[in-house]
C-alpha cells in the first residue's frame, strides 16, 4: 500500500518534504497539494516534477478521497484549523511544529483526536529520529550512566535574518530542545527560567541574543540551554547528559579531520537542513511504516504537541518576568498512555 499525501503548504519545509517522500523515502506519494499563494503551489508541482493535484485551499484538498494523509508545512498560526479539518475527516495528520501557537489549540487538536478514537497525528519533532538522540536514549535507558543528574545543551545558528524576534528563540528554536530532551529522559518539566547575558554585536537592535535557558524537571534533573542565532562559525548542536556513573555526548557530526598549516581541524555545518537530513527522511518513512503496520502514527503525538507548546509559554513568560515560571500540564490522558507504550 502507498499512503498517498496532500501538502498543505509549499514553502521551504513543504517542498524538502515533498521530494523526501518522492525519491528519499519508500511507500509514500505525494497526490495533492496547496498553498494559500496558488502559483506558488504551482510552481512546485512544476520544479519538483510530481503529479499532484493543485488545490484551492486546505479543506478541498483534505476533502479529496485519494488523500490518505495531510502534511501540514504551512505557517504556524494555520495549522491549528487544518489539522482539526483533517482529524475530522478521518486522515492521518504529518504536522511540523508548532502543532497550534497557543496550548488551548493544541487542546482542542488533543480532544478531537481522542474523539476519533485512533491515533492520527504525528508532528515533526525529527530530533527523536536523528542517531546521535537515539544513541543516547538507549545508553540511558540502559542505565549505562546510572540517574541522569543535569544536562547541557547548546543551540547555535551561524545567523538569523532580522524578522527573528527574541520570544523565536523559545518557539522556533528551543522547542526541538523542548521535545527532544523530555522524550531522552521520560521526565516533565516543571519550571523554566530565562537569563540574558551580555548581548553579541552581531544581534540586531530589536533582538536578545544569545540567550540561556534552565528548565527543572519534575524528577529534580536541571537542563541549561543556551541559545545563541548569531554565533558566525556554524550551525551546531550540543548536548551532554551528566550521570551519577558517567556522561554521554552527542555526537559530533562526521567529517574528515584535516591538519593543514600547523593545524588540526574538522568542518561544521551551517544549514541546520543538512545537519537533520537523515533525522528528516527517518521521521517521514516512520510515519508511513507505522502507519502501515499497526494503523496509527507511532512518532511525537499531539500530546507532544502540547507540551512543547505549555513548556515555550512559560518559557516567553520568563524571558519576561526574568523570574522561575511554573509549567503547568494537564494530565495525560490515557488515550497517550496506552499509545506512548508503542511510540518511539
Ligand atoms: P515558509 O517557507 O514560509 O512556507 C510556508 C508556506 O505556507 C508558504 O508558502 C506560505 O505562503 C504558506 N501558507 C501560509 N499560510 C497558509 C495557509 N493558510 N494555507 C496554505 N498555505 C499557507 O515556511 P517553512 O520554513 O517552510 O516552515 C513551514 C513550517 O515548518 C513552519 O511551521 C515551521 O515552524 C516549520 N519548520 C520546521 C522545521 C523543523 O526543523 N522541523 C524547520 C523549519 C520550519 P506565503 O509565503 O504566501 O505566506
Redesign the pocket.
Given at each position: 500500500m502507498t499512503l498517498k499525501f496532500g501538502v498543505?503548504?509549499?514553502?521551504?519545509?513543504?517542498r524538502e518534504h515533498i521530494q523526501r517522500i518522492t525519491n528519499a523515502i519508500s511507500g509514500g506519494e505525494i497526490v495533492a497539494v496547496?498553498?494559500?499563494?496558488q502559483e506558488?503551489a504551482k510552481k512546485a508541482v512544476d520544479q519538483l516534477g510530481i503529479e499532484a493535484k493543485v488545490y484551492e485551499?486546505?479543506l478541498s484538498l483534505i476533502q479529496d478521497e485519494h488523500v490518505d494523509a495531510v502534511m501540514v508545512?504551512?505557517?504556524?498560526p494555520?495549522?491549528k484549523p487544518t489539522v482539526l479539518a483533517a482529524i475530522e475527516a478521518g486522515k492521518y495528520v504529518f504536522c511540523?511544529?508548532?502543532l497550534a501557537t497557543t496550548a488551548d489549540g493544541c487542546t482542542s487538536i488533543v480532544e478531537a483526536e481522542i474523539r476519533s478514537e485512533r491515533r492520527l497525528v504525528q508532528v515533526?519533532f525529527?530530533r527523536r529520529y536523528d542517531s546521535g538522540y537515539v544513541q543516547m536514549k538507549e545508553a540511558i535507558e540502559s542505565n549505562d550512566i546510572g540517574r541522569p543528574l543535569m544536562i547541557h545543551c547548546a543551540h547555535r545558528n551561524p545567523v538569523v535574518s532580522e524578522t527573528y524576534t527574541t520570544d523565536m528563540a523559545i518557539t522556533?528554536t528551543l522547542i526541538?530542545e523542548i521535545d527532544v530532551l523530555h522524550w531522552l529522559i521520560r521526565d516533565d518539566y516543571q519550571s523554566v527560567r530565562v537569563a540574558f547575558p551580555k548581548k553579541t554585536t552581531h544581534a540586531l537592535k530589536h533582538l536578545r541574543d544569545p540567550q540561556l535557558v534552565t528548565l527543572e524537571t519534575k524528577g529534580g534533573i536541571v537542563i541549561d540551554v543556551e541559545i545563541f542565532v548569531n554565533c558566525q562559525y556554524g550551525y551546531d548542536i550540543q548536548c551532554e547528559v551528566i550521570g551519577e556513573e558517567g556522561i554521554i555526548r552527542l555526537p559530533e557530526v562526521s567529517s574528515i579531520v584535516m591538519r593543514k598549516e600547523a593545524r588540526l581541524g574538522t568542518n561544521i555545518l551551517t544549514d541546520?537542513k543538512d545537519r537533520?537530513l537523515d533525522a528528516y527522511n527517518q521521521e517521514l518513512q516512520d510515519f508511513v511504516d507505522s502507519i502501515k503496520e499497526t494503523g496509527e502514527p507511532r512518532g511525537p503525538s499531539a500530546w507532544d504537541g502540547y507540551i512543547a507548546a505549555v513548556t515555550a509559554d512559560a518559557c516567553v513568560r520568563a524571558q519576561k518576568s526574568g523570574e522561575k515560571e511554573a509549567v503547568i500540564l494537564k494530565e495525560k490522558p490515557d488515550f497517550y498512555r496506552k499509545k506512548a507504550r508503542k511510540a518511539v
Open positions: 498543505v503548504g509549499t514553502g521551504t519545509l513543504g496547496t498553498d494559500i499563494n506558488a485551499n486546505d508545512t504551512s505557517w504556524g494555520a495549522h511540523e511544529k508548532p515533526g525529527m522556533d526541538h541546520w537533520f
